[in-house]
Nanobody, 119 residues
């Protein structure tokens, strides 16, 4: 079984920074595409950023240039450095791991951590 445990959420003022961490248990971390998603009140969950096992990254246009996703495969940990935060970044942020092995697909989610950015 795989568990994703998040930390680092909290409340900051606009322009501030937060660093989210996602620690993974199990043996699939280094073989999984990892990502951060967020869901604001009244809105659908949306992709924030992804990172492949090889380190290739992808960002939503709304966060590009402000957020940085990274991973440490030796520590089974993924990070999201969030700078220049805006009130519209307020959401529950979720850690995600995805892996496909032939015809079988795996998809794991963390519990979510609240990020609140005040004006």
């Amino acid at each position: 079984q795989v568990q994703l445990v998040e930390s680092g959420g909290g409340s900051v003022q606009g322009g501030g920074s937060l660093r989210l961490s996602c620690a993974a248990s199990g043996t699939i971390f280094s073989m999984s595409v990892m990502g951060w998603y967020r869901q604001a009140p009244g809105k659908q969950r949306e992709l924030v950023a992804t990172i492949t096992p090889g380190g290739t990254t992808n960002y939503a246009d709304s966060v590009k240039g402000r957020f940085t996703i990274s991973r440490d495969n030796a520590k089974n940990t993924m990070y999201l450095q969030m700078n220049s935060l805006k009130p519209e970044d307020t959401a529950v942020y979720y850690c995600n791991a995805q892996r496909s092995v032939q015809a079988t697909k795996y998809n794991y989610w963390g519990q979510g951590t609240q990020v609140t950015v005040s004006s």
